[in-house]
């Protein structure tokens, strides 16, 4: 079974709509990203938390909120959806002991 | 923030060697990260950097020049499976004054491998 979980894996939706991205993993990690991959732009990060009760704006977090809720668990919500959060999603993982991100097997979305 | 460069495109053919260059500026550094990333999968890690010099990890190896700000990823032997894009990525201490800050990734090099 894969370590770093993401669902859903595609997801299309409206201009408005809430969303809700999930990622779980059972590395035991207590850090976790959410990333957005756009053609020619990289990895950027979104939001990041390195610990249950600590949360972190990123580089590009208008538009997006995120949840912690459990050390394994960190959703992040597009609470009204626009065509240019079109995108593939990326969750990773690490530990505060290690300098490896583990990445997630990636969600791509499309609002129309 | 940090400003990373690579190229956007390389090709080469099977069989050969191919260099891809990254340099960076950022007065944070506390390693430099090269990641794969085929395409519509997740980045997976390559290597890792944070002293001056070459490490190798089979037909892969990876530099660091700390202070010309410059790494370079080499790939021998290529094969056809190494069509990729490969990810250069700096860590930055400054977040919260952790040893373990966030990575800043550049903007990856697609990578042809050509029979």
């Known amino acids: 079974d894969a370590d770093v979980t993401q669902t859903p894996r595609n997801r299309i939706t409206k201009t408005g709509k809430r969303i809700m991205l999930e990622c779980s993993q059972t590395k035991g990690h207590d850090r976790m990203y959410w990333y957005r991959q756009d053609p020619g732009l990289g990895l950027r990060l979104i939001y990041y938390s390195f610990d249950v009760k600590d949360i972190n704006k990123g580089e590009i977090s208008d538009g997006y909120s995120v949840s912690r809720q459990a050390q394994a668990k960190f959703s992040l919500s597009l609470e009204s959806a626009i065509p240019n959060q079109t995108a593939l999603y990326f969750c990773?993982?690490?530990?505060?002991?290690?300098?490896?991100?583990?990445f997630g097997p990636g969600t791509r979305l499309t609002v129309t | 923030g940090q400003n990373i460069d690579q190229p956007t495109e390389m090709t080469a053919t099977e069989g050969a060697i191919v260099q891809i260059n990254c340099t960076y500026q950022t007065s944070g550094f506390n390693g430099l990260f090269w990641y794969q990333q085929h395409a519509g999968e997740a980045p997976t890690f390559l290597s890792y950097?944070?002293?001056?010099g070459l490490e190798e990890k089979g037909r892969f190896s990876s530099f660091l020049s700390r202070s010309k700000g410059y790494s370079y990823l080499l790939l021998k032997e290529l094969q056809m499976k190494d069509s990729a894009s490969y990810l250069c990525a700096v860590r930055d201490w400054r977040h919260r004054g952790s040893t373990l800050g966030r990575l800043y990734f550049g903007r990856g090099t697609q990578l042809t491998v050509w029979p």
């Open positions: 990773a993982t690490s530990t505060s002991g290690s300098y490896e991100q583990y």
């Open positions: 950097n944070v002293l001056d």
